[in-house]
């Protein structure tokens, strides 16, 4: 059987697609997250303190307006033309969804009679769906009238897999194998609830050399066709990679060598869970596996589970500070009227923007002077390494 990640892989670069070893691993790995569990969910294979794992990996890309959110999603799941559709994976593609339309709802009707209306999690329940834009939810859970039902309801959904809901009309309730990749546009997020325990966090953060390279590969991705046999084969090969995981994994463990590794980046304890399945979709989507599978990582899983680390430590700090600062630092300066055109360009209001520059000067990681910005020498936020910017080995 041959390396479907590395097929998948050289297809978008063959499609000169910008960044195409940065992110569309994650997605990859998440595919074999997504298939195994529902392996899982029947033969019950992987367990933990005697109940059944569920092994979905559901992933929010986070990046500002024009930076690839909406590119990565349709590469994988829009058209026949991507890589998952049409495949043994179900897959749907959404342009925004509200709570009623991901949960669905119970009501009365005219003649006082209950209508229950099937929700995203109900009618793609063994599905990967990516949402273009999530903010309607993400909003919901961030307003002054912080809806903590709709916290507890997303939670489940994406964690176990319940869905619960009891209205004035009746209860709501059935079991989803539902995977959700979503993205939206900076915001601050609270990683320690668990919301953010249930997402793998991609955040692209724009430099200004990202941003020239992205509108060159724009370009020369003019007037590329897909290469139909060369889809047909990949498909072709995942679902073979399916059929192989059904019938031959009877058993999965993780090294020494792999906690070690969570231990050498301090990974807190209700976050190794997302790691875990990180190692996990990886080893399926590169190896081939006679029953039982060992998580031992590779050099190029170690980059990405640092790059993951890395980029959760960023949105911990706050996403728009540390997407300014990254801005301000890839120009080694900057006029200020440039970089505020710039941020707003990315999607931020001005007075946004405006903050941000402030916050950075008061915590001493810039200065503004003349209308002039500059770096001060010991300010510094911590940057992880970037696996982008490195070449990615892929397993032959």
């Known amino acids: 059987m041959v390396n479907v990640y590395k097929m998948i892989l050289d297809e978008f670069k063959s499609r000169n697609a910008s960044d195409y070893s940065k992110f569309p691993p994650y997605f990859i790995s998440s595919m074999g997250c997504h298939f195994f569990n529902m392996i899982n969910q029947q033969k019950h294979i992987y367990t933990e303190a005697g109940l059944t794992v569920n092994t979905r990996l559901h992933i929010i890309f986070v990046a500002p307006q024009g930076q690839q959110k909406s590119f990565w999603l349709k590469q994988f799941l829009e058209t026949e033309n991507s890589i998952v559709k049409g495949t043994t994976i179900k897959t749907d ?31 793609e329940s063994n599905s990967i769906v990516g949402i273009e834009e999530f903010s309607d939810l993400m909003t919901s859970m961030s307003s002054q009238d912080y809806n903590i039902g709709l916290e507890n309801e997303l939670l489940t959904t994406l964690d176990s897999g319940m869905a619960v809901k009891r209205l004035a009309a009746g209860k709501l309730e059935y079991r989803t194998n539902l995977t959700l990749w979503t993205a939206t546009q900076p915001a601050r997020y609270n990683l ?14 724009p430099t200004e050399q990202s941003m020239i390279d992205l509108k060159m590969k724009r370009r020369a991705a003019s007037n590329i066709y897909i290469d139909e046999s060369n889809l047909f084969e990949i498909k072709k090969e995942l679902n073979m990679k ?10 999965i463990s993780y090294s020494k060598n792999f906690y070690d590794y969570m231990d050498r980046l301090n990974i807190i304890s209700y976050e190794e869970p997302l790691y875990e399945r990180l190692a996990l ?29 890395g980029w959760r430590k960023r949105i911990k700090q ?39 520059l402030r916050d950075l000067t008061k915590r001493g990681l810039i200065e503004v002077s003349e209308g002039q910005i500059k770096l001060k020498e010991k300010g510094h936020i911590e940057i992880i390494p970037d696996i982008s910017k490195q070449e990615t080995i892929l397993k032959e």
């Open 93 to 123: 593609f959404e342009l925004r969804m509200s709570e009623a339309g991901y949960l669905g709802t119970i009501k009365f009707g005219d003649k006082n009679q209950i209508i229950e209306t099937q929700g995203l999690c109900q009618e």
């Open 192 to 205: 320690t609830s668990g919301l953010g325990r249930r997402f793998l966090f991609i955040f692209n953060v």
């Open 242 to 251: 399916f059929d192989h995981i059904t019938t031959n994994i009877n058993k």
């Open 281 to 309: 979709g990886y080893t399926l989507m590169t190896q081939n596996i006679d029953n039982e599978m060992i998580m031992d990582p590779d050099p190029t899983l170690k980059q990405m589970i640092k790059q993951e680390w």
């Open 318 to 356: 706050g996403t728009e500070d540390s997407m300014v600062w990254s801005f301000v630092e890839s120009t080694g300066g900057i006029r200020e009227e440039r970089c505020l055109e710039v941020l707003m360009d990315f999607g931020m209001p001005l007075k946004d923007a405006r903050k941000s």
